[in-house]
């Protein structure tokens, strides 16, 4: 049986001209950049651990993300202010990658698509979906799409199951450590 693949595209209040500029400038405890012979990022490094690594491919106006696990990120400028991105992996992967740069989603535009669906639909219309195929059971990758959900403005509570963890206050989250510390 074929395994079904998830695709999904939301929009972003950033271009990829600032996207760029977090990798090149800002943020850079985050990641170490490596560059091509262009002087354009080739390659995000988490900061400690080599072998955690994104590929970067830039031109006009369009940057191609590959993480080290296959998931891919395209982000398109859009006609004025911010830009599209599809993304080709699971939903529970969605900007969770502690590589990327952080990028501000526009509410309401997140949706979704499967490989054996001919066009994307609502997010709500895709997760039913989603469960439809797994006959009700829970996706066990589910625990831990409370990260995602907290990116897209809480719109995946529906099919998530509720947060088992503490919250982290704000001075908890600056006293955070290891991979996914934000210095």
């Given at each position: 049986m074929k395994k079904n693949e998830s695709f999904f595209k939301f929009e972003i209040s950033q271009t990829t001209k600032v996207l760029l500029y977090k990798?090149?400038?800002?943020?850079g405890?985050?990641?170490?950049?490596?560059?091509?012979?262009?002087?354009?990022?080739?390659?995000?490094?988490?900061?400690?651990?080599?072998?955690?690594?994104?590929?970067?491919?830039?031109?006009?106006?369009?940057?191609?993300?590959?993480?080290v696990r296959g998931y891919v990120y395209l982000v398109e400028d859009k006609k004025g202010d911010g830009a599209?991105?599809?993304?080709?992996?699971?939903?529970?992967?969605?900007?969770?990658?502690?590589?990327?740069p952080r990028m501000t989603y526009i509410r309401k535009t997140l949706?979704?698509?499967?490989?054996?669906?001919?066009?994307?639909?609502?997010?709500?219309?895709?997760m039913a979906k989603r469960e439809e195929r797994h006959n009700g059971e829970p996706?066990?990758?589910d625990k831990h799409g409370w990260r995602v959900n907290m990116k897209f403005d809480n719109e995946l509570v529906p099919w998530l199951?509720?947060?088992?963890?503490?919250?982290?206050?704000?001075?908890?989250?600056?006293?955070?450590?290891?991979?996914f510390a934000r210095k």
């Open positions: 990798i090149s400038k800002g943020d405890k985050r990641w170490d950049v490596e560059y091509d012979a262009n002087g354009k990022p080739a390659f995000l490094r988490e900061t400690g651990h080599p072998e955690n690594f994104v590929a970067v491919k830039v031109f006009p106006n369009v940057i191609h993300f590959t993480t599209n991105v599809t993304f080709h992996g699971p939903v529970n992967a969605l900007l969770t990658q502690s590589l990327m949706v979704g698509m499967c490989s054996d669906m001919s066009d994307y639909v609502s997010i709500a219309e895709f996706n066990p990758q199951p509720a947060f088992e963890g503490e919250m982290r206050s704000k001075r908890q989250k600056k006293q955070r450590t290891g991979k």
